[in-house]
Every structure is written in C-alpha cells, then in structure tokens.
C-alpha cells in the first residue's frame, strides 16, 4: 500500500482549518479587535449566538446515498473476512482510490458490459494498448480491485486481467453497459467463440439518462466437452444446450454435489456479507466525491453527444 | 481479497461473532449441523430460556439473531424471509410467535435479542462448559441476582454512610 505521508498530513490539515472556521468566528473576532471601546465579554456573548442561529437555521442534512452504490461501487467494500479486517488500512485504501478516481474517469460497469482498457505497454506500438472485450469476472476489493475482460482475435481467445486502480491503465471505456444473467461469465470459455468475439472498432452506445442498467439475458452455446469445468454443477442461467452433452452420471453427480441447505445458512450469509450499517457508513464517507465524479461525467456525456457528424460533401 | 456478497442486506448483528463457523462434530456433516442448530433455534423460541453446552449455544444464538433481525426487517409479507422462518423453526405455530411476538417486542431495541449465561458443570461429568441461552423480554425471573440492596457492598456502605452523616448534622443544627 502507498499511502504518500504528504497527502495525509494534508489532508489531516484540511480537516483541522475546517473544524476551527466551524468553531470560532473569524469574522467577530475582527469586529472585536476593532472596537477595542467594547468591554471583552459582549462579542464573545455575540459571535456566541450568532453562531447558534446559524447552526439552527441550517438544518443537517445526511447525504442520500443511493441504494444502488453497492452495486455499482462493489470495491468499496471491505473483505467481509473478519480476520483480515483493519479499519484504518480500509480507509487509507478508500482515500487511494478516491485519488486515482480523481486522476482517471473509471465508469460503472458490471460482469457482461463490453468495454474497451488502454494501458500502458513497454512493449506495444507507441507504448500503449486498446483492448475490448466483454468484462467475464470481477473480484477482489479495495486497490486491488480488478476484473477480467475476454475477446477472440484471430481465432484465438484472449483474456486479459487488469487492475482497475493500476496506475498504468489510460483510460476505460465501457462500450456497452449490460449485466448478464450470471454473476460471472467463465463459460464463456467453453462456449463458441461467436459469443465472445466482439469488434474492436466498436462504438460506444448511450444508454438512455435515468434507465435501468438492461440485462442481456443471451443464452450461450457451448461446445462439446472436454470443458475447462463442471459447468452442469454449477446452476448456470445463461446456458442453452448443457443437457445435450450430460449423460447420466454427470446428472447425478451434480445432485449428489449440490448443497441446497447452503440458502438457509444465516450466519455463512452473514460472514459473507458487509452489515448495511457498516455500508452506510463507508458510502457516505465516499459519496460527496463519487457524486460530483458522476455529475462531471454526465456532463461531458452531454457534451458528447453533441458533436457535429463529420460529413463531408 | 473476496468482494463482499452484495445481493443481500442484512442488519448488524449486535452480539459478537467468531471469524469462523464451529463444526459441532455430527456424522451428517452440514446439513446434520444445521438440523441440530434448527432444533436449539426451535427451543429458543419455544421456551425463551435454555440450558445446554456452550459451543451449541454460541452457534444457534447467531441465528436466532439472525432470524429475528431478519424478520423485523422484512416483515411476514416477505416470502424470502418466510421460507427462511418455515426452515429454522420446525414447529409451525412458532412462525406465528417470532411475526406477532418477537418482532414487535424487538422493534425498538438497540442491544441484542438473546442473552448467555455461563452455566456450572456438573462434576463429574462431561466436560463441556454449560450455558444458558434465553431471549430478552422473557417473562422467567432475572437469572442475575439484583444486588442493589446487598449491604456488604462498598457503595452501599458508603451511602449509608453519607446518610448517617447527614442525620447527624441535621440533629447538631436541630439541637442548637
């Protein structure tokens, strides 16, 4: 973790200048050294209940964190293993990435939008690449955060992991924004690679202000085994034609595999799981910034689609 | 580095958990494990105060909690909840108790819904530590004796003290 000691001290510094505007009145203090002919004890009284009123006046108001952010913003979150919880590390690391956030525009996205990462690359023609393709997985949390896009280029499939808050990645573009039926998408492996060809010249489509995020409820079409796993023990809803390579040992199997009692246990769920509470708390701290992050972004979206077609005579 | 699971919420829980499951030593393995707590769970809110080996206690109470929050939550509109309430107690009139008892004797509380106890162990006997486990709000006498009124205890002897003091200066003053 680099946590540059600079920056903090900064930032502890900002916070105190800010708790003592809130505090004391510079303003009366000036009003006082003025008229020294007042005795000391009124303007104290004064820039007392001025700052009462003020106080009173302003109602506090909690920011309204949207119920979706949990979704949109999973790396937020702590690993919920208890272990490996550590509240300052959690808070340094969200500071980090509201930081790298400030410096690069990282959309929203899911597992199943299709998106285009430049990074830097040593080794690439003029030192960077542009790679589309459709996002499979997403794991891990904090700085760590990372997710793994997938395409097929001259018949080959390609995967790529990227670190979202890695320094060398340019710039990310998410080209369609869409979920998937499964919350990831690793049969897209065994799957023909129609499914996972996407072109890379590909426009970036808009998506309507204010709509729900579509769910692409495609169904894939795998080949036939040898596979990569046992995808019949997995429950997948995005699959068309795993029957016709099960033969009955495969089916039984996969029951004898299933753990269905795994629903009802509360506490492996609450092992699993950040408390709602603890999220509101940790959104909120992150909110002021990922909001005005999203109103900058809608704007120069505006922006965008005004531009005048290209079209020559 | 797990992402946590977000497609479910859940409240606080407002007792401490460990960092891992116990096993509770069983021959049906997981499933056999959840039978057992389902039974604690079904006891728990069936007579709201029991006695048994730690271990099983400090499992079950998480999901009796668990349960409860859920519920408050919720409510008995919600089948997801529902389901779960039919699976953790196995007597079906206790649905009914945990909706229209539990959840509105628990609504405004602010500390946890179940409460442990160390128990003795017998000797000789097994070695496992005893506990007791029992909902809060139940209608059995405290299990903590109320020591208030013990005169032995050092504030008590002080107050009684200070009160003596007292009456012995208002009898100076009444005597002058």
């Known amino acids: 973790m680099n946590v540059s000691t600079r920056f903090l001290i900064n930032r502890l510094g900002k916070q105190c200048a ?48 949207p119920a979706n952010y949990r979704f949109i913003y999973p790396e937020f979150l702590p690993d919920p293993k208890i272990e490996w919880r550590n509240p300052i590390r959690e808070k340094l690391e969200r500071m980090d990435m509201l930081d790298r956030r400030r410096q690069i525009d990282l959309p929203e996205f899911y597992v199943g939008s299709i998106m285009a990462v430049t990074s830097s690359d040593p080794h690439a023609e003029g030192k960077v690449s542009r790679f589309v393709g459709i996002c499979i997985h997403r794991d891990r949390c904090g700085l760590r955060a990372r997710f793994i896009l997938r395409n097929v280029i001259d018949h080959q499939g390609i995967e790529v992991i990227y670190e979202l808050y890695d320094p060398t990645i340019q710039k990310v573009e998410v080209l369609r924004l869409e ?63 795993i029957d016709q390579y099960l033969k009955d040992k495969h089916r039984q199997s996969a029951r004898r595999v299933q753990k269905p009692w795994e629903k009802y246990d509360l506490m492996k769920q609450y092992r699993a799981t950040i408390p709602e509470e603890e999220q509101n708390e940790i959104f909120a701290e992150v909110y002021a910034e990922l909001h005005a992050q999203e109103l900058q972004r809608k704007r120069n979206k505006r922006k965008r689609t005004f531009v005048k077609p290209k079209q020559l005579a | 580095m797990n992402q946590a699971d977000v497609s479910k919420l859940m409240s606080q829980l407002r007792i401490a958990i460990r960092p891992r499951h116990r096993n509770l030593k069983n021959k049906d393995g997981p499933e056999g494990r959840l039978l057992k707590l389902r039974k604690t769970v079904t006891a728990l809110v069936k007579h709201e105060r029991i006695e048994l080996f730690y271990n099983r206690a400090d499992e079950a109470r998480g999901y009796a909690e668990l349960l409860i929050s859920n519920a408050i939550r919720h409510g008995d509109t919600h089948n997801a909840t529902m389901e779960m309430a039919d699976y953790w107690l196995l007597e079906k009139q206790l649905v009914h108790k945990l909706f229209k008892v539990l959840v509105p004797r628990y609504e405004n509380y602010t500390v946890s819904y179940t409460r442990m106890f160390n128990a003795p162990r017998t000797y000789p006997g097994i070695y496992y530590k005893n506990s007791v486990l029992e909902l809060r709000g139940n209608p059995y006498p405290s299990l903590i004796v109320d020591q208030s009124q013990n005169k032995n205890l050092l504030h008590n002897v002080l107050l009684d003290e200070a009160r003596k003091e007292y009456r012995r200066k208002k009898l100076a003053e009444l005597a002058q």
């Open chain 1, 18 to 65: 800010f708790n003592r505007i809130v505090t004391y009145s510079t303003k009366s203090t000036e009003h006082a050294a003025a008229n020294a002919v007042e005795t000391e004890k009124e303007p104290k009284i004064k820039e007392t209940t001025a700052s009462t009123a003020s106080e009173a006046s302003i109602p506090i108001r909690k920011p309204v964190i």
């Open chain 1, 179 to 241: 979920k998937r039926l499964d919350d990831s998408l690793f049969y897209l492996r065994d799957a023909l690679p129609e499914y996972s060809t996407f072109d890379e010249n590909m426009e970036a489509e808009q998506l309507e202000e204010g709509a729900p995020v579509p769910v692409n409820d495609i169904k894939v079409v795998l080949r036939p085994r040898p596979w990569l796993e046992r995808w019949e023990r997995q429950n997948l809803r995005g699959v068309a034609n």
